[in-house]
């Protein structure tokens, strides 16, 4: 079965500092790879997902990700944080045989002006 | 992306009640859909997953009896949280998987805030 793991319970960054949220990944076969982002009493909002192609992913609001198979590991990056992208971020797996989707416990990002 | 709705947004209700959640694909057809649950500052946590025209598959520790779910269109799935305890307050979150293609994506739905008083 799948499984994900985000070790950061809270990421805090000052506002046009590059920020990182870490994620790694557990599956049996090939993965899909997702991020989202959750505002308060929000849904998912969907950010990026890896497929298959390119390791560097490039999704909404300037978001970035890179796929590192060696590592097992899908890192979510922004090169300049703006404090509204204070929010909860989520990385979510599935595997290529088409099961369900599984999250990690959820990392809150902090962007301080 | 493709749309997903939930109905009602926020819902309260006594304990001893029944809670229906209504989940609908907007503009595509979703042969499976899913239900998660969140708990403040928590991750989502499968409930179940149904396949339209068959019976859910709960995740381990999910009481079929308590919550219902019924898959009966290609656009349309419902949860019912039957006899709802104040501990069934949470947020409940559905999701779609569009039918066809190399790659089924899965949408989420805006999630249904229940509070049972």
């Known amino acids: 079965a799948q499984s994900v793991a985000q070790p950061e319970d809270q990421v805090n960054v000052a506002e046009g500092n590059p920020l990182t949220v870490k994620c790694t990944y557990s599956v049996s076969g090939n993965p899909y790879l997702f991020w989202y982002v959750q505002y308060p009493n929000r849904g998912l909002q969907f950010l990026l997902k890896?497929?298959?192609?390119?390791?560097l992913v490039k999704g909404s609001y300037g978001f970035e990700a890179e796929f590192n198979k060696s590592q097992t590991s899908f890192h979510l990056k922004k090169p300049s944080a703006l404090v509204s992208d204070s929010a909860l971020y989520f990385c979510?797996?599935?595997?290529?045989?088409?099961?369900?989707?599984?999250f990690g416990a959820g990392t809150r990002l902090t962007v301080k002006p | 992306g493709a749309v997903v709705s939930q109905h009602p947004s926020r819902v309260i209700c006594k304990s001893g009640t029944s809670v229906k959640i209504e989940c609908r694909s907007l503009?595509?057809?979703?042969?499976?859909m899913f239900w998660y649950r969140q708990f403040p500052k928590q991750s989502l946590m499968l409930m179940a997953t149904?396949?339209?025209?068959?019976?859910?598959?709960?995740e381990q520790g999910v009481e079929k009896d308590k919550f219902l779910i019924n898959h009966a269109s290609l656009t349309l799935s419902t949860l019912t949280v039957t006899s709802a305890h104040p501990e069934d307050s949470s947020f409940y979150i559905c999701s779609a998987r569009a039918s066809g293609g190399a790659y089924n994506e899965q949408f989420f739905g805006p999630g249904t805030r229940l509070t049972v008083l």
């Open positions: 890896y497929i298959t192609g390119d390791n």
């Open positions: 149904s396949n339209e025209g068959s019976k859910a598959t709960y």
């Open positions: 979510a797996v599935r595997d290529s045989g088409n099961n369900d989707m599984r």
């Open positions: 503009d595509f057809q979703a042969t499976t």
